[in-house]
Every structure is written in C-alpha cells, then in structure tokens.
C-alpha cells in the first residue's frame, strides 16, 4: 500500500487515509477510550454503525433522531412502529404525567379520541366491553358530581355523588 496510508504521531494520534478505512477483526476487536473525559466520532458525511449494543447511556444532546422504523426496547417492553405503541403480552402501558401535569387526550374538528373499538366520530367515542361489565365505568372518589353535561359550557344533565338525575339544572 501506500506508505502515509497509516501513520502514528509522536502523541499517539493514529491517522489514515484512502477509502477502505479500519477493519479489525477477530474475537474482542474492540476499539477503547480509557482517558476518561468525552471521546468523540465524528464525521463530515453520514457515520452508519452496523449491529450496535449499548451498555451505557445514551444521550441526542437536544438533537432529533429521525427515520427510525421501529424502537424496540426488549422483549416484554415497549415497541413504537409509525403510529403504534405496543408492548408484550398481557402487560399494561402507564402513562403517568410527572408531578401535577395532566394527561391530555385532544382532538379538533375533525379528529377523535377513540378506546376500545370504537370507530363513530366524535371528540371521545367508546365502544366495547368485557365480559357482562359496562363499557364506561365511573368511580367517583370526592364529593363532586358523578358525570355532568353541557352545551356551550351551560350544565344540561348531571348525576350527582348521591345517585340523583338533574335535568336542565334544575
């Protein structure tokens, strides 16, 4: 080959050049930073990374990520494909807000919020149930009314916490 293909510096710094770039081969062929501080690859193109296992943290530095076709965070996790969040059999997905944040289902004009097999639209629409139990259940733990309705923010129906229908608020 070319002779200033590879060169080690009086420092240590390893440079090359040409277009086949570093193979290492065998078991272990690892590449190491032991120095400590931040160890950086980087590259003017794209950099592409073959099969990769992280053992360490992982951060963006405020950067998007962007064209992933499926996250999977292992077996019984989390996977996120396009549009769908799933994750392994019979377990739960919490979403839980941090601190007092909401959780904040929306839709607009022309957008629903849909659960269960629900597919009429409308800003929340339920359909379906198991076994012989309702298809909306409501557990009123404080004093407040147990469902109300409005038009144009005027209370047209209400179920109070004591089980009586008011209509028209009257």
Known sequence: GTAD?????ATGNITTSGTT???????G??????????NTISSTGTL?????????????NTQNITNIGTLDFGTNNLS?????????S???????????????????????VFVGSATTPAPLSISGGI??????????????DIFTAS????????VQNTGELVISDN
């Open 131 to 144: 076994g012989g139990n309702a298809s909306l259940v409501v557990n009123q733990l404080n004093s407040g």
């Open 80 to 88: 996120i494909s396009g549009n769908t969040i799933t994750n392994g």
């Open 29 to 38: 062929a690892d590449i190491l930073f032991n120095g400590g501080g931040t």
């Open 90 to 112: 019979n377990n739960n997905i919490n979403i839980t807000p941090n601190g007092t944040g909401n959780l904040v289902l929306s839709s607009d004009f022309d957008s629903s």
């Open 5 to 9: 293909a590879f060169q080690v510096d």
């Open 21 to 27: 770039g570093l193979t290492f081969t065998g078991s």
């Open 48 to 60: 592409e990374l073959g099969a990769v296992t992280l053992t360490g943290l992982v951060s963006g």
């Open 151 to 158: 038009s144009s923010g005027v209370t047209r129906f209400r």
